[in-house]
């Protein structure tokens, strides 16, 4: 510290803020984008908002599919209350900036839900495995305690891993800009400012990637696998259709996700470049919690009918 130049010491102090430089610039036809963004923070809201909610008060919905179903649609309306507003007012308000207790506030509760989001999505796969796969043995696989169990090991190590990973980032020295090339405080995008060396960290960031996303996209396109076996070997050629249309929708959604994901955490960051790096994100911080609630459910005949029957009594 004694031998840095007093400027770099002073950065160093007053290091209390950042500044989000966005996704988009003030343009016509950036504004039209953010249109659509505010647009689909709308559809993510309101249609996970409603699948909840319609999930809680139709008693032939309380199984375990749509019991998961209503964790998902929860982290998914999690990253766009984080990230759409503030970013609103970011483009509105250029050079607007953000606390240090906000942006760790963001990396926090991202890695949370995107973390849950990837577990969560793992164990959804085993239920449709279970339940195409092994039926006679579904209510012992998945019963109503163990998948209790399943969600609250969930949400007890997925905050404590966020926990960890945002303590060490907003700790790093930022010694030089505090302006950050991104849209939304992200791990990846907050060690391009640190005046440190992050080798190791990225390292261990690596590794944690290949535990909450990679195992778990492994254990997915297991599943899937063995149900789609399963489901060729049906005599009935309508049941194949519905069966393969159902699962290449989850799979196709599950690839955006997931592809998003390790792209960001796991590819090395010398290989990284500014604009992916913002433009990848919006993938599962903006477009899957759009489809979640339409491939998972809207499309769900029980779902439809708990909303037809909702909307015939009010």
């Given at each position: 510290?004694k ?5 770099v010491?002073?950065?160093?102090q007053?290091?209390?803020e ?24 709308i ?39 984080f ?16 606390s ?10 991202m890695?949370t ?28 696989l ?25 303590m ?5 020295p ?9 849209f ?12 440190s ?8 960031v ?10 778990p996209?492994?254990?997915i ?19 194949q ?26 590819k ?11 433009v990848?994100?919006?993938f599962?911080?903006?477009?899957t919690?759009?489809?979640n ?16 029957r ?5």
């Amino acid at each position: 510290m004694k031998d840095q130049p007093r400027e770099v010491q002073v950065e160093r102090q007053n290091a209390t803020e950042f500044i989000l430089l966005g996704l988009l610039n003030h343009s016509k036809v950036h504004m039209f984008f953010l249109a659509l963004i505010l647009l689909a923070f709308i559809t993510a809201v309101s249609g996970n908002v409603l699948l909840m909610f319609l999930i809680q008060v139709t008693p032939s919905l309380h199984t375990p599919m749509y019991f998961f179903l209503s964790q998902l649609a929860f982290m998914d309306i999690c990253p766009s209350l984080f990230i759409i507003p503030k970013m609103s007012v970011d483009f509105l308000i250029p050079g607007n900036t953000i606390s240090v207790a906000g942006c760790g506030t963001q990396v926090f509760l991202m890695l949370t839900t995107g973390v849950g989001e990837c577990l969560l999505l793992a164990v959804m796969s085993y239920d449709r495995y279970v339940a195409i796969c092994k039926p006679l043995q579904y209510p012992v696989l998945l019963s109503r305690r163990i998948c209790l169990g399943l969600t609250a090991a969930i949400w007890i190590c997925v905050p404590i891993n966020a926990l960890i990973h945002t303590m060490y980032t907003m700790r790093l020295p930022y010694c030089g800009s505090k302006s950050i090339d991104h849209f939304f405080c992200e791990v990846p995008a907050l060690l391009k400012l640190s005046c440190s060396d992050t080798s190791t960290y990225e390292t261990v960031v690596f590794v944690n990637s290949i535990v909450v996303l990679f195992i778990p996209f492994s254990i997915i396109v297991a599943s899937y696998t063995y149900i789609l076996s399963t489901v060729l070997k049906m005599k009935s050629t309508t049941g194949q259709q519905k069966a393969l249309a159902t699962c290449s929708s989850h799979l196709t959604v599950v690839g955006l996700f997931y592809g998003a994901a390790m792209f960001t955490y796991m590819k090395p960051s010398a290989e990284h470049s500014t604009r992916q790096d913002k433009v990848v994100p919006v993938f599962y911080s903006i477009v899957t919690p759009v489809l979640n609630p339409v491939i998972y459910s809207l499309r769900n005949r029980d779902v439809l009918g708990a909303l037809r029957r909702m909307v015939g009594k009010y």
